[in-house]
């Protein structure tokens, strides 16, 4: 997926968005519609207008004043998805304070088809795990073929971000998807190591903990105490989740199991 311009300095053209929804300003060499009873209502023309010139705004990163959020929620085109993602991104990594985004951002997603919302959210999780990955749980958009797909194409600390969401309900292919998925963090391979280091007095050899970032810590140490790291590579706050992601994935299991009884 690609939203940015296609020429430096013009601000006529969009990329397509996600969606393919070419977003054209101003094109005045496009074909005209050939059936000749086909008619243009003037709330479309009025319409059409304020979501350019919305769309506009957001690309250019300019200011979204309360009305526009007002027209944005009132009419969620999906064209404003990715923008006003990115526009959220920027802003909670910004910290700015006066920004609607944080504000806004969820309300419009909820109004969004929850397929659509989900595909633009997993499609961009990469860019801002932590932001991307609280708008998923926020929103309950937990999609379990793509959290897997995650687990399987990228980082594992980006997908584990997208965990601790929820979904409205849960089927056998979604259960089997999360099976799939503690499977992959069950057989996660070690990052650290236990071995033996040569003491510095009198040279002895004793057991330590090497995390994965070569801190050497006492053999009985989880997390590594400079860097936080157990011997997965893995913090305590992604052990948490995951705790919490088999607790749910178990529940489920039983429920299915209950249910074919
Ligand atoms: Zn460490």
Redesign the pocket.
Known sequence: MDFDEVSGKGKSMFMASAYGTAVIISDKNKTTHKDTSFLVENSEIKSTITKNRILEKLHSKNAISDDEWSEILAFPYIDYAVYILKGHIFATESYEIDSNYKQYTPLYFDLLDKKDASCILYDNIQEAPGIVGALIEDLQLFDPAKTLKLFRDNDIHVAIKALSADRESYSLSDLQNMNEILNILDNLPDKGKIAEVQGKLLGKTKMKYI?Q?D?VNDPDTIF?S??D?NIKGLTINEVGKITNFREKVNVLNQLFTDHKE
């Open positions: 995390c970032n801190h590594c400079t860097c790291l």
